[in-house]
């Protein structure tokens, strides 16, 4: 059934450019689940936050999403965590909006906690029913980061509300699904695993060469790709002083590429994480190893991954983690940490390996298992195709969330369909690990 759907997803725009510290895989999920909605028919019309001046009030993307940028705080970029003053702002607006359209909207689906307080107060005033996708939980965060994470404390509480009065939470992994019940104590009833996906039109094995090539890249030598936000979490630094001990103690002469930053040129004054990336490559003396790329922009993507014997990505937490199934798309193996959504997608010994975080020392014997067995690691980039075409498309997890939203549609209007939790989906099922 065709169904009316509003997206909130307050810092995250699906129109944005990504790789800086607040625009990642959110960005990438609220317009991809967005679009394959859209592709199946339903109406689908997303709120983010206008933070530029110039921005239209409302755009319609080619993939017939309407993105409409709501005017809450400075028309300017904000940090993340201190947007949360604007969101009384942004909720009026929202009902607003909401009311104005005739009560059009069968379903909210809230990204990230702010969107989700707001998804409580559209219900709270309209009755409409809401799904969230937390992508990241406050109290994950505390535990990772202590005292450098400066979201205001009241993220907590919001969180537990939301938990509670959401129709349903999606979860993106196994761990995350725990940490909502141990650490929210949500109702296990309410809670469905979907994962993230990659899409057939950005991602896919391509001929190696071609891609260096195309690069600028030199034809030979063994190249490790880390992709992803310039962040301290994402255990960039781990990665460098894995190359380190690599070209040190196991003699592998390999280059790291690393992807990503606020702006095309990897300039440390607008990305200070590459700064400080920089000096400890310096102290690990591998400073002519590692090249800093700067962000690049989806469809230059491919050609990274594709040209990269080995994807590196050790952070200390990850809620999903999208850019190794993109690695694993375009057929090069990952070396991941053992955290969060990777240990679900990475299958250990088959596509890649898994690692402990803050461990350069294994990583290093990791990537030196792959990078000396060149046949090996093209038969785990075979299986890698294989496994997250069967398992992790954005189409596929469309169709799950969308499966979802139909539950929760039964469940507010008493019917059977809504008695109890989704069978299990698709996604779900694949999960629970690779036949
Ligand atoms: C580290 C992390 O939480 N990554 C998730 C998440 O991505 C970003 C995350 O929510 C960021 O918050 P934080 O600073 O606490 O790390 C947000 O700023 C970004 O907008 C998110 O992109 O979501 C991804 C997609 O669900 C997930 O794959 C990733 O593991
Ligand atoms: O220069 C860049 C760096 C990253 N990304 C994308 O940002 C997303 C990051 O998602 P992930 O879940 O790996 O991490 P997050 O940033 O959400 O923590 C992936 O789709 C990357 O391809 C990008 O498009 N360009």
């Known amino acids: 059934m065709k169904r009316r759907l509003l997206w909130i997803s307050e ?69 993340k965590e201190d947007l949360l003053g604007y969101m009384g702002e942004f909720a009026e607006f929202a009902i607003r909006h909401a009311r104005r359209r005739g009560g059009k909207y069968d379903l909210v689906h809230a990204n990230f906690f702010m969107s989700a307080l707001v998804a409580c107060e559209i219900k709270r005033a309209t009755g409409v029913p809401f799904v969230v996708t937390f992508h990241a939980l406050g109290k994950v965060r505390r535990v990772h980061q202590g005292g450098a994470d400066s979201f205001p404390q009241e993220r907590l509480a919001i969180e537990e509300r939301a938990v509670a009065e959401a129709d349903r939470v999606i979860a993106e992994c196994p761990q995350d699904e725990q940490d909502l019940l141990e650490h929210y104590r949500a109702d296990p009833r309410k809670v469905e695993t979907i994962p993230c996906g990659f899409d057939h039109s950005e991602f896919g094995p391509i001929d190696r060469a071609e891609a260096r090539r195309r690069l600028g890249l030199p034809a030979d030598g063994p190249i490790v790709l880390q992709l992803g936000r310039m962040v301290p979490r994402k255990g960039v630094d781990n990665v460098i002083r894995g190359l380190a001990r690599l070209r040190s103690s196991r003699g592998v002469a390999a280059r790291l590429l690393v992807v990503g930053g606020e702006s095309r040129e990897p300039d440390p004054a607008a990305t200070p994480e590459i700064g400080r990336l920089l000096e400890v490559a310096r102290e690990e003396g591998v400073a002519d190893a590692v090249t800093f790329v700067g962000s690049r922009g989806r469809r230059e993507l491919r050609d990274y991954y594709a040209a990269a014997d080995v994807f590196a990505s050790t952070p200390w937490y990850e809620p999903f983690g999208i850019t190794p199934l993109e690695a694993m798309a375009c057929g090069t193996p990952v070396v991941g940490a053992a955290v969060g959504g990777i240990k679900a997608t990475v299958v250990d010994g088959e596509t890649g390996y898994l690692v402990p975080p803050h461990d350069p020392e294994a990583l290093a014997a990791r990537l030196a298992d792959l990078l000396g067995d060149p046949a090996g690691a093209r038969e785990f980039g075979r299986r890698a195709i294989r496994h997250v075409n069967a398992r992790y498309t954005w189409r596929s997890v469309a169709g799950s969330i969308s499966d979802l939203y139909e539950v929760v549609l039964g469940t507010h209007r008493g019917t059977r369909a809504g008695a109890g939790r989704l069978a299990r989906s698709t996604a779900a ?6 036949g």
């Open 11 to 79: 810092h995250a725009s699906p129109l944005a450019t990504l790789g800086g510290a607040d625009s990642g895989g959110q960005n990438v999920y609220v317009a991809q689940v967005a679009r394959h909605l859209a592709a199946a028919g339903h109406e689908v019309d997303i709120l983010t936050r206008r933070d530029a001046a110039d921005l239209p009030s409302a755009v319609l993307s080619a993939d017939g999403v309407r993105v409409v940028h709501v005017p809450a705080g400075p028309p300017e970029p904000v940090r």
């Open 429 to 434: 099922r694949v999960l629970a690990h690779p």
